[in-house]
T-cell receptor, first 113, second 117 residues
Framework: EADIYQTPRYLVIGTGKKITLECSQT?????MYWYQQDPGMELHLIHY???????EKGDLSSESTVSRIRTEHFPLTLESARPSHTSQYLC????????????FGPGTRLTVT | AQKITQTQPGMFVQEKEAVTLDCTYD???????LFWYKQPSSGEMIFLIY??????QNATEGRYSLNFQKARKSANLVISASQLGDSAMYFC??????????????FGSGTQLTVLP
């Protein structure tokens, strides 16, 4: 069973606020990912990391930033939230064995008013 | 060009019957992997089944099987004996390159499956 956690699960916040979405995994995975998903739509990669101090932007341009100071922790920050940021954000990680499947957290549903 | 195409936005199936969800892919990389994920209304993504490009046999995992037709670049998911709990969004995804070096999954637009009692 995958052990990857995201907090908060739901967040409603006003425009202009700074927010941080937390993601942690206890599997020791080096690779971690952030996806953005609008309701009923496909997932788009916005950030990924191959390990500590390694972060890259994904295919979908995003105003968010990420950091990877510890293996288990991969937070995503929006400096100034806007209504266009309203979406679901899914965090995932993958290991170095088997088929390298990605394990997903439960997601954070963000609404910016 | 779309790398993963799922042409069925919605599907209905009667409980206990089998259903096939379509997925076609596009890649020039000889090494790739294909994944199917289930996303219930609660939002989490659940890994179901995997097929590698070099695998000779179709993958199976309980009631899930993958109909892999490499020449046609299709990787359809077959769910046998559907259950009400199978109602969810199903995503096909592809990873290009070898697993250790590849960086991301590319997802299709998904198929909403509804199982009818």
């Amino acid at each position: 069973e995958a052990d990857i956690y995201q907090t908060p699960r739901y967040l409603v916040i006003g425009t202009g606020k700074k927010i941080t979405l937390e993601c942690s995994q206890t599997m020791g995975h080096d690779k971690m990912y952030w996806y953005q998903q609008d309701p009923g739509m496909e997932l788009h990669l916005i950030h990924y990391s191959y390990g500590v101090n390694s972060t890259e932007k994904g295919d979908l341009s995003s105003e968010s930033t990420v950091s990877r100071i510890r293996t288990e922790h991969f937070p995503l920050t929006l400096e100034s939230a806007r209504p266009s940021h309203t979406s679901q954000y899914l965090c995932a990680s993958s290991g170095d064995r088997g088929v390298y499947e990605q394990y997903f957290g439960p997601g954070t549903r963000l609404t910016v008013t | 060009a779309q790398k993963i195409t799922q042409t069925q936005p919605g599907m209905f199936v009667q409980e206990k019957e089998a259903v096939t969800l379509d997925c076609t892919y596009d890649t020039s990389d000889p090494s790739y992997g294909l994944f199917w994920y289930k996303q219930p209304s609660s939002g989490e993504m659940i890994f179901l089944i995997y097929q590698g490009s070099y695998d000779q046999q179709n993958a199976t995992e309980g009631r899930y099987s993958l109909n892999f037709q490499k020449a046609r670049k299709s990787a359809n998911l077959v769910i046998s004996a559907s259950q009400l709990g199978d109602s969810a969004m199903y995503f096909c995804a592809m990873r290009e390159g070898r697993g250790g070096s590849a960086r991301q999954l590319t997802f299709g637009s998904g198929t909403q499956l509804t199982v009818l009692p």
